[in-house]
T-cell receptor, first 113, second 113 residues
Framework: QKEVEQDPGPLSVPEGAIVSLNCTYS??????FMWYRQYSRKGPELLMY????GNKEDGRFTAQVDKSSKYISLFIRDSQPSDSATYLC?????????????FGGGTRVLVKP | EADIYQTPRYLVIGTGKKITLECSQT?????MYWYQQDPGMELHLIHY???????EKGDLSSESTVSRIRTEHFPLTLESARPSHTSQYLC????????????FGPGTRLTVL
């Protein structure tokens, strides 16, 4: 079983809709939770970072962490065609050697005009 | 402008050839990482470095080797490329500490025939 599970999609939504993405994980030591966006043929770029449980909002993006359920979510409001990309969740623990990140497989999102 | 660079972006090479994938960063980061990513799959850490003269193996076993002679430079070498090495290789860097964002390069897409 993978440490981090993420639905690969693709997730297709009309422009303006809310995109809902999530990951589940098994390692209770994870404390740092991240969402990366990766465009085709590019490296991932950090979108959101959350420490421990709770919500964090940044513009159209909201990240939620529920450590009791080992479940994290990313919501994208008012989605735009430019949001079409693969979204990767990543996690780390304070004990991880080298601040190693454990990634989900990514969810491909397509926002249709 | 502070950034992280990878060359070449694309490489098609025959079996048995020796190759070196270059990674350089101008961000002044001590930590650097190499990830391997197959299409639609997770990023897997194959090597990381805490600083000059420091190299460690990651979670995914790899026949590649790395060196860190200069802070800004973290090349990855395959002595004898095989078709099983076909993948995307991503380089990243971060500051040192409990948690800092990892900044990714654009990647090198390697195809071994």
């Amino acid at each position: 079983q993978k440490e981090v599970e993420q639905d690969p999609g693709p997730l297709s939504v009309p422009e303006g809709a809310i995109v809902s993405l999530n990951c589940t994980y098994s390692n209770s030591a994870f404390q740092y939770f991240m969402w990366y966006r990766q465009y085709s043929r590019k490296g991932p770029e950090l979108l959101m970072y959350t420490y421990s449980s709770g919500n964090k909002e940044d513009g159209r993006f909201t990240a939620q962490v529920d450590k009791s359920s080992k479940y994290i979510s990313l919501f994208i409001r008012d989605s735009q065609p430019s949001d079409s990309a693969t979204y990767l969740c990543a996690m780390s623990s304070i004990k991880a050697a080298g601040n190693k990140l454990t990634f989900g497989g990514g969810t491909r999102v397509l926002v249709k005009p | 402008e502070a950034d992280i660079y990878q060359t070449p972006r694309y490489l098609v090479i025959g079996t048995g050839k020796k190759i070196t994938l270059e990674c350089s960063q101008t961000m002044g980061h001590d930590k650097m990482y190499w990830y391997q990513q197959d299409p639609g799959m997770e990023l897997h850490l194959i090597h990381y470095s805490y600083g000059v003269n420091s190299t460690e193996k990651g979670d995914l076993s790899s026949e590649s080797t790395v060196s860190r002679i200069r802070t800004e430079h973290f090349p990855l070498t395959l002595e004898s490329a095989r078709p099983s090495h076909t993948s995307q290789y991503l380089c990243a860097s971060s500051e040192t500490g409990e948690y800092y964002e990892q900044f990714f390069g654009p990647g090198t897409r390697l195809t071994v025939l």
